[in-house]
């Protein structure tokens, strides 16, 4: 099976811990590990996985393919935030959209995170199995706060290793995720707390960003 994550089991070692006394040194040393995957997994969706786009416009997926951008926004003044994803076929039309807010984040990477989840779990529901993800992600965050995200990274990587055949992780400047990244600003202004969800489409406020993607689109 093919995927783009190469993080070890550590959320099993930590349960197995968690059922005996576990010394100051085995915390630091799996702290250190968790640590250590999750800024591996900020690089698999950063520049070590870079596919940089000729000149700088959305491309189509290869036939057979389907492609999911995602994007997360968030506001540190407040630690509100949203998501929101978008699904092309190899065409380039929108098959589905959706976005929502989130009332407490934690940083910029948690919102990402939570928009890749959301992202894959509609592809999922759609009985999608060949998928490349595309995000514009390349931040960074302190010790602390990759360990409150780890959770996220392993719910990701469980939903990818059991429902895909075919992963593939890009990254793609801002200019070429701008409809995923409108979604993710209107997920974080809108006024109700559950997901809207469009399929076929997307809102038509951002009808002009798709059609401008579809238009100057590399194939």
């Known amino acids: 099976m093919k995927a783009v994550f190469h993080l070890n089991n550590w959320w099993h070692e930590r349960n197995q811990a ?36 000729r000149g700088r416009r959305w491309e189509t997926p290869p036939h057979g393919l389907l492609k999911l951008n995602v994007d997360g926004a968030f506001r540190d003044s407040d630690k509100k935030g949203g998501w929101g994803y978008v699904i092309h076929d190899e065409n380039g039309e929108v098959i589905q959209s959706g976005s929502e807010r989130v009332s407490f984040t934690i940083n910029p990477m948690h919102m990402e995170l939570n928009a890749c989840i959301e992202g894959v779990k509609a592809a999922m529901s759609l009985g999608v199995n060949n998928i490349i993800l595309q995000i514009d992600a390349q931040q960074a965050g302190d010790d602390f706060r990759l360990l409150v995200v780890g959770g996220l990274v392993h719910e990701l990587k469980d939903l990818v290793v059991d429902n895909f055949d075919s992963f593939i992780v890009k990254y793609a400047p801002r200019e070429c995720n701008r409809v995923a990244h409108e979604l993710a600003s209107i997920g974080s202004r809108s006024n109700v707390l559950v997901p809207s969800v469009l399929g076929p489409g997307v809102p038509s406020c951002i009808m002009l960003l798709v059609s401008g993607d579809l238009a100057n689109m590399v194939e």
């Not at 630091?28 to 596919?51: D, H």
């Open 18 to 53: 968690s059922q005996r006394r576990t010394t100051a040194d085995e915390i630091a040393v799996l702290r250190g590990r968790q640590t250590t995957e999750i800024r591996n997994f900020q690089k698999s969706i950063g520049g070590v996985t870079e596919v940089r786009s």
